[in-house]
């Protein structure tokens, strides 16, 4: 075989760098070849593989759908930071939208249009409290623009007559009003002048060459406004001659068969009912509003039914809006949307997607292996494994698909956490209880299961320099070498550790204050005096201690005694610290990732999903999160590192000299073969400042020998 340096191929899950030696190179005589092997690549390299975060479980979309549409061939919808799309409203793909408000930012779709060769998505942001409009030509690539100023929400938009237009409400002179933009091409937009009246604009819809807008405002009147541009607007009258009824209270809005239609309650007379109307100024009554609907609904016309989607999983149905007929939907979370296309129909909602061929029968699209929250993710013996609040323990080969690997782990809880090292993987349990596995999937109680005082919690665990380290309340800290026998420490620590991690020969522990350990036995507390909780999450690599924790804090150290205080750039929660490729995750509340090559300067990646991110792990070249409602996310593949296995040249020291280098931090397993098929370890390396020598000083009991270094 022919070996080329860097020349990549994909054999095997670990990452590995092979090095053939003939009897002549024992004298190091002649050049060495390196060929670099990587295996377990996830597609294609994006140019920003941590801006590329794709759903793992629960599928398409474990956000939910905010608003789905249907048009230029293809079902649309748009939910938590991601777009999905399908062509037949069975088969989805959803992609994240981009980085468009940063961390610890809540936002909510209120509509999605397609006009003139542009789909528009709008809605409202929480934590910047201001509207937001984004465009795309292909449902791929997104642009944000900002919503004029005083837009305070954006819950509808339509596209007719050439134009779009998007309704919500507006801050202006301290006073809450309707909210109306325009924009004829999806990209540049004006905000018309103030409607009369103070309330917000709840939905639009467009047909027979008018649009129509619903309004609502609590305690106070409220209307249909009718416009055939989207600036000039008309209030309309109800067909039983009420106007602006007091507390009139739309229940959403749509347009099929030539008729628009609308549900009205709370304050209108009889209690609420059913309106249609051709033009979209004269409307007449049809019967009493059925009792699934909602206000957070999007009515919908399709196949010669209208559809009323609500709580509970419950679609209902009407040819005309004077009968409405209710059926189950196949799942039992709200529907909000609805859309028709194709001879389909499809709704969502938070935690649901179903379709339908007639609008009666429907069925569930949402696959997932767990929704329970997913509290931690290990990666280890060419696996990610992970762990549910049920206990259940989830595993995956390559990051993209997941099976259940057995029964629930009795002694599992929600502080539980995962670490791995020493081919084996450990569970910190419920109160002091600590498991082990081989493969992630059978588990095993530790001897001395509870070796914590009574009450006691266990937060977090490492492994580092042939034993693991649990560290947990009130300076709590057990020590194994393998797993399953552990021995309770005297830490002298009084305060709770929430994180430990082990790097450069340091454990390194911290909570509201940050102690320091070279064998987990003796410790030294280095009273940084943290507020609050502090400390949640510690990891290392490249020669950096990271620590992160509440609000926002993110510390480094290269010595694990003095640290700085570095920028994160948010303010929200930070749970749990990754390495690899060279490359620092910290994730967190509300779907917050941010990245840094040094630990010191972070950048906020978009995640698409505002759920909270509570663990997270490298392996196979790609980064893996998993948080609530079993959000499992996985980013792109990243660059493998310029490593590289060498002969140390002039070796003049007996055996035979070789030198691994590459960026600092990883850990490496030398191997030695004589016929490429079967290979002994020979020892361990590790790079702690991107360069470390390794002697073999049997090398010359061989006439031949291969080396390679793999991963660990």
Known sequence: MKLREHTPYEPSAARTFSALLNSSLLNCSAALAVVLVLAGRLGALATEPLDQWSWRNPLPNGDGLDAITYANGRFAAVGGGMASTSLDGTDWQSRVIGPIFGAATNYYFGGLAWGGGVWVAVGTTTGLSSGFILSSPDLTTWTADAA????????????????????????????????????????????????????????????????????????????????????????????SGVVEPANFAPYGLAYGNGTFLTFVGLGYPEGGGVLTSADGLTWTRRGTMPPVASRQAHLAYGGGLFLAPGPNGLIETSPDGTKWTEHASGTTSRIGSVAYGNGTFVAGGPAALVVSTNGVSWR?????????????????????????????????????????????????DPESRLGYG?????????????????????????????????????????????????????????????????????????????????????????????????????????????????????????????????????????????????????????????????????????????????????????????????????????????????????????????????PVPGWRGGGFGLSLSGPAGGHWELQGSTDLRNWTALGTVSLTNGQAPFVDSSATNFTRRFYRAVSR
């Open 148 to 239: 004029p100023e005083h837009v305070w929400s954006l819950g509808g938009v339509a596209y007719g007559s050439g134009q779009f237009v998007a309704v919500g409400s507006a801050f202006i002179n301290q006073s809450l009003t309707y909210a109306c933009l325009t924009s004829p091409d999806g990209l540049h937009w004006t905000r018309q002048p103030p409607i009369t009246g103070d309330a917000e604009l709840t939905a639009i819809s467009y047909g027979n060459g008018v649009f129509v807008a619903e309004a609502w405002n609590n305690g106070a009147p409220a209307s249909i406004l009718t416009s055939p541009d989207g600036t000039n607007w008309t209030v309309s009258e109800d067909g």
């Open 364 to 412: 569930s699209l949402v696959s997932s292996v767990t929704t329970a929250p997913l509290l931690d993710v290990a990666y280890g013996q060419g696996e990610f494994v992970a762990l549910d609040s049920d206990g259940v323990v989830l595993c995956s080969t390559n990051g993209a698909q997941w099976g259940l690997a057995g029964q629930a782990i009795a002694a599992a």
């Open 422 to 646: 020493g081919a084996t993987f450990v569970m910190a349990g419920d109160h002091g209880t600590m498991l082990a596995s081989a493969d992630g999937v059978d588990w095993t109680v530790a001897t001395n299961a509870d070796v914590g005082p009574p009450g006691s919690l266990l937060y977090d665990v490492a492994y580092g320099s042939g034993q693991f380290v649990a560290v947990g309340s009130s300076g709590l800290v057990l020590t194994s070498t393998n797993g399953l026998a552990w021995t309770a420490r005297d830490s002298w620590l009084g305060f709770d550790l929430q994180a430990v991690t082990y790097g450069d020969g340091l454990f390194v522990a911290g909570g509201s204050d940050i102690a320091t350990s070279p064998d987990g036995a003796a410790w030294t507390d280095h009273y940084l005096g943290l507020p609050g909780k502090g400390i949640l999450a510690l990891g290392y690599g490249g020669g950096t201690f990271v620590a992160a924790g509440a609000g926002g804090l993110i510390m480094s150290s290269t010595n694990g005694t003095d640290w700085a205080t570095n920028s994160s750039g948010t303010v929200a929660d930070l749970y749990r610290v990754a390495y690899g490729d060279g490359t620092f995750l910290v994730s967190g509340y509300d779907g917050t990732l941010l990245t840094s090559t040094n630990g010191q300067d972070w950048v906020s990646r978009d995640s698409g999903t505002m759920i909270g991110l509570e663990g997270a792990a490298f392996g196979q070249d790609t980064f893996v999160v998993v948080g609530g409602n079993g959000a499992i996310l996985q980013s792109g593949a990243l660059p493998s590192p310029a490593v590289r296995l060498r």
